[in-house]
């Protein structure tokens, strides 16, 4: 823990009676101490945190980490324990709240007895646009998730990756201010995850900000602004990620080693072993050689070095175990 | 506005998941089966002798009682089917969710689907039992002498067992809501007939059975609504002199009940709003 970034509390009063400059000023994502707990389980603890507009944020966690219930909390579909937050200015909850923000589900059903065309127009319906706006937000989200040959084809028929590309149309749906993507790529093939990537940039060239809930780490890694890690319903880690992954650290193939050398080297930064591989995270880059020095003189013999910084992967591996 | 769009989109998924048809389809097979029974009830003999025309309408009103009571028993159980799932197989299967984070107000979603499965069986219920009716009068003769009460009330007993269904739906699993709707309606039919026994034999205790099932449940105390509307005096006149039997009712219901009945929907389909306001997506 205590990588968390603490958020300011939110300002009392109510949020509702804001100018629409301030609502339009208004980070997308605000939340302050938000807590839900089921019975004697702790889904979610004590979440502080704030997503401008046109952000790209990742939420990261494990499987049963507590992302989807975040994300539930957010949109008022759950009810939280304690705590309070804005969505655009609107407190959670509410109906303004929703009025600007597309969601893909994680579990993303729509009604099978629709063509994917009649699911949008059901959606721009609730989603109250204007009727004229309709016909170009449906076919631009069409060609968009690439659905467009599709389109009068009834839901029932698709693949489970093409109902998942029908749930990004919907999410995109009518200009939204804020898209909260929940496990966006967990049917699709690596072409339906670059194209969702790509989805992600050209929403944050716009300044739409972008929620994203994944424990797809490559993806998160090559889309995000900044990132939170979430295990057991509590921040472990936030920032931006250069910031999170900015423990550089050096790959040593290496043997001969034994504790008495391991100890000697922890001098350098944290020590791990796998394979044959020793990882020295922390360490300084200028002292790589020093490093290779020291495990010559302590009797290794080295066969590959490889510096380099962390993935975000091994950070997050890193965190979870810490946690 | 809202609510227009989800009763409107009910519709539309049993017109296209062809419950309709099946319906209309079931509903033509069953009438024109019952329709040719009626028309041989003209021919039929008693000791030798010809039917006279009272007669007739007797066995017409017999025969059109255990017909519609077939009908309201198909009504309830179509009514079960199609509200137990109505919000929980929504829940269950993740559609609700992405309907929910729109700006649709669960009472919105409640309504819509209340009012999109009511207005289907209301058509349902009207056709067919017009349809009967005027099946048995052009075969035998016999109209009902309160068509538009009895249509009613048979309609009333499915919106009934619909709203009791819809509210369990609220906080249950789609099957487990079908199940309590059916065994509640069967127990409020049992109720009814001790009832009945209670009254033959002037035993209070049995005959406050009949009344409590009749007002906690009003489905059996809407059938002899429904049955007293239907049946020609005579029957009356029998149901007061022995057995209140599902086929036979002494008397039409009191203002007083209809009041109850219209009072225990609106405070049912309340608890069903209250009840999902609550209720987490």
């Known amino acids: 823990m205590a990588e968390a970034a603490t958020e300011p509390s939110l300002a009392a009063g109510n949020p509702a009676g804001a100018s629409p400059a301030e609502l339009s000023a208004s980070p997308a994502i605000h939340v302050s101490q938000l807590t839900k707990r089921y019975g004697k389980t702790v889904a979610v603890t004590d979440l502080s945190m704030s997503v401008p507009r046109g952000e790209v944020f990742g939420f990261l966690g494990p ?65 109250q646009l204007e009727r004229s706006s309709w016909p170009g937000a449906i076919s631009g989200a069409l060609t968009t998730v690439g659905l467009a040959e599709r389109a009068d084809d009834r839901v029932a028929g698709f693949s489970k990756g093409m109902q998942q590309r029908l749930g990004l149309g919907v999410a995109l749906l009518g200009d939204p201010q804020l898209v909260l993507l929940d496990e966006p790529t967990s ?137 | 506005m809202a609510t227009w769009v989800i009763a409107s989109l009910t519709w539309r998924e049993l017109v296209r998941r062809k419950l309709v048809v099946a319906l209309l389809a079931l509903t033509a097979i069953v009438i024109g089966v019952s329709g040719w029974g009626f028309s041989r009830v003209p021919s039929l003999h008693l000791a ?31 009514c079960a089917f199609l509200a137990a799932p109505a919000i929980a197989g929504e829940l269950e299967s993740g559609v609700a969710q992405g309907l929910l984070a729109r700006p649709l107000r669960r009472r919105e979603l409640v309504l819509g689907r209340w009012l999109g499965l009511s207005l289907t069986i209301t058509v ?9 009716f005027a099946l048995v009068r052009w075969t035998t003769g016999y109209w009902p002498p309160q068509v538009i009460a009895a249509e009613a009330a048979l309609l009333v007993e499915g919106l009934v067992l619909l709203t009791f269904t819809l509210a369990l739906s609220t906080r249950i699993s789609a099957i487990t809501a079908g199940v309590i709707a059916v065994i509640a309606f069967g127990a409020m039919w049992l109720g009814g007939v001790a009832g009945a026994f209670g009254q033959v034999f002037h035993n209070a205790a049995i005959t406050n059975v009949g009344v409590i099932t009749h007002l906690l449940l009003p489905t059996d105390g809407l ?59």
Not at chain 1, 114 to 127: D, G, I, N, W
Not at chain 1, 277 to 294: E, Q
Not at chain 2, 56 to 78: D, G, N, P, W, Y
Request: proline share 4%.
């Open chain 1, 63 to 127: 499987n049963g980490a507590g992302k989807t219930t975040v994300v539930k909390l957010l949109l008022g579909l759950a009810k939280p324990t304690s705590g309070e937050g804005l969505l655009l200015g609107s407190p959670l909850g509410s109906l303004d709240a929703r009025r600007s923000v597309g969601y893909l589900p994680e579990l993303f059903r729509y009604q099978g007895w629709l063509s994917a065309r009649e699911v949008l127009v059901l959606h721009c319906r609730l989603a």
């Open chain 1, 187 to 323: 049917a699709l093939d690596p072409v339906g995850r670059h194209d969702v990537r790509e989805i992600v940039r050209g929403l944050r060239e716009k300044g739409v900000a972008v929620f994203l809930n994944s424990h797809l780490l490559s993806e998160v890694e090559q889309v995000c602004d900044r990132v939170a890690v979430v295990d057991h319903g509590r921040v472990i880690a936030a920032g931006r990620l250069e910031e999170l992954l900015a423990r550089p650290q050096v790959r040593v193939r290496c043997t001969g080693l034994g504790s008495e050398a391991h100890q000697q080297l922890s001098a350098f930064g944290v020590i791990t072993e796998d394979e044959g591989w020793l990882t020295v995270s922390g360490i300084d880059p200028s002292r790589v050689p020093d490093l290779v020095s020291a495990i010559v003189g302590a009797g290794g013999r080295v066969y590959a070095v490889d510096p380099g910084q962390q993935t975000l992967e091994e950070r997050f591996l890193q965190l979870i175990e810490a946690a």
């Open chain 2, 48 to 78: 030798g002798h010809p039917l006279t025309q009272g007669e007739i309408h007797t066995a017409a009103a017999q025969l059109l009682l255990l017909v519609m009571f077939m009908f309201s028993f198909v009504l309830a159980l179509t």
């Open chain 2, 124 to 132: 349902y219920t009207l056709l067919s039992t017009t349809l009967e």
């Open chain 2, 223 to 281: 059938w002899h609504a429904a049955v007293y509307a239907m049946e020609p005096t005579s029957f009356a006149a029998a149901a007061i002199r022995g057995l209140n039997s599902s086929f036979e009712s002494a008397s039409g219901p009191t203002t007083w009940y209809l009041v109850w009945v219209a009072l225990w929907m609106v405070v049912v389909l309340g608890l069903a709003l209250v009840s999902f306001e609550s209720r987490e997506a």
